[in-house]
């Protein structure tokens, strides 16, 4: 009798254990509303007009730019709970349009994963071990973020046209910084995260 009611609790068990993994959901990225099995590699530049600012969690600055861009791909990962790859590119900041305080220093620039965001064609963009110098009113500062990630914002995906990466993140910078800015995809168009 104990040997049965043992094997229905592991029954159950693994039943609730089946159920769980099924809610688990996939990330696959699109371009134009065509599911990739293959690498996507996307370039995002700060939208026009706009600044990537970088300052305390209370608001005081630390440093703005007007000029930033990113240049990521998923090959590590096409398919699966969430799609990563490296970031291959950037830089915050050119000669011709200089941040305020200066130019950060890209020491690493780590990888991107995506995260799809259940019943949109949206996602959560997470930054991993990445590593950048920041001049600033406050001194130089050092952000990093760590292997396990940490969440930047919410990439905005579409059918057609430019899709956005809207980075609102607190970092980890010497001291607790926010990062904030409006980045458009300029390449692949019509880019979304799907299940």
Request: aromatic share 6%; proline share 4%; with cysteine.
């Amino acid at each position: 009798m104990k040997f049965t009611k043992i094997l229905g609790v592991v029954a159950v068990a693994a039943l609730a254990l089946m159920a769980f993994a099924s809610t688990a959901s996939a990330t696959t990225l699109e371009i134009k509303g065509v599911k990739q099995t293959t690498d996507v590699t996307f370039d995002a530049s700060l939208k026009a007009g706009t600044s990537a600012l970088l300052s305390d969690t209370a608001g005081f600055f630390a440093n703005t730019c007007t000029a930033s861009t990113v240049k990521a791909i998923d090959s590590e990962k096409t398919t699966g709970t969430v799609v990563t790859g490296p970031i291959e590119e950037l830089s915050f900041g050119t000669t011709a349009t200089p941040c305020k305080e200066g130019n950060p220093t890209v020491d690493a620039a780590g990888k991107l994963k995506v995260e799809w965001i259940k019943g949109t064609t949206n996602g959560t963009v997470w930054s991993e071990n990445a590593k950048v110098t920041v001049p600033s009113a406050l001194g130089t500062l050092t952000c990093t973020t760590p292997e396990a990630g940490t969440d930047l914002g919410t990439l905005t995906g579409v059918a057609a046209g430019q899709a956005t990466m809207d980075i609102n993140a607190v970092l980890p910078c010497g001291i607790t910084a926010k990062w904030t800015g409006t980045y458009v995809v300029t390449s692949p168009e019509g880019l979304g995260v799907i299940e």
